[in-house]
T-cell receptor, first 114, second 110 residues
Framework: KAGVTQTPRYLIKTRGQQVTLSCSPI?????VSWYQQTPGQGLQFLFE???????NKGNFPGRFSGRQFSNSRSEMNVSTLELGDSALYLC?????????????FGEGSRLTVL | GQSLEQPSEVTAVEGAIVQINCTYQ??????LSWYQQHDGGAPTFLSY????GLEETGRFSSFLSRSDSYGYLLLQELQMKDSASYFC???????????FGTGTRLQVFP
């Protein structure tokens, strides 16, 4: 079965713009989480969604937001982009709400802010 | 605070055994996971220790000791394709957030 799909894979934006990233989880998976990966900070948790509800949120400013749709697909949005937002944004899915230790990651969306 | 510390880099030769440590400071967590990430690729799940002790999956084994706040990933019969970054991760009981370790870059030489 298909894995986690993230679009777009690469994008370039300028400061002040906004961006929307999309994630389609593995079929049947209802939990989706987002992470920011940078060389200096490693993998940082952004949000987690289950059945269209945000279960948890990381320590990021309000410019970072997300949502999950009824088909479990998720989007995250970053407004008023800053240079420091340049990163690989990874989405991961898992079957249900209960934590099993295993997440399935997408290839990520690499955002460059100029 | 919550943090997971790993060595930044480890080198080894093909056929050797290498251990990647993960030491943590968190009040409580559900278990310890390990992920592998090749350059430009997605992290892929390797193992999960819900309880203390050793879990073995082929050439990879993972160990957890909650009393020592310590875990490790053991890679045996190293192959060139094992060159990648390895991350430990826990889900914190208090915040329910997933925390990743600082990551270890493994380089395997012929």
């Amino acid at each position: 079965k298909a894995g986690v799909t993230q679009t777009p894979r690469y994008l370039i934006k300028t400061r002040g713009q906004q961006v929307t990233l999309s994630c389609s989880p593995i079929s049947g998976h209802r939990s989706v989480s987002w992470y920011q990966q940078t060389p200096g900070q490693g993998l940082q948790f952004l949000f987690e969604y289950f059945s269209e509800t945000q279960r948890n949120k990381g320590n990021f400013p309000g410019r970072f937001s997300g949502r999950q749709f009824s088909n479990s697909r998720s989007e995250m949005n970053v407004s008023t982009l800053e240079l420091g937002d340049s990163a690989l944004y990874l989405c991961a899915s898992s079957l249900g709400a209960e934590f099993t230790g295993e997440l399935f990651f997408g290839e990520g969306s690499r955002l460059t802010v100029l | 605070g919550q943090s997971l510390e790993q060595p930044s880099e480890v080198t080894a030769v093909e056929g050797a055994i290498v251990q990647i440590n993960c030491t943590y400071q968190t009040s409580g967590f559900y278990g310890l996971s390990w992920y592998q990430q090749h350059d430009g690729g997605a992290p892929t799940f390797l193992s999960y220790n819900a309880l203390d002790g050793l879990e073995e999956t082929g050439r990879f084994s993972s160990f957890l000791s909650r009393s020592d706040s310590y875990g490790y990933l053991l890679l045996q019969e190293l192959q060139m394709k094992d060159s990648a970054s390895y991350f430990c991760a826990v889900r914190d009981r208090e915040t329910d957030k997933l925390i990743f370790g600082t990551g270890t870059r493994l380089q395997v030489f012929p």
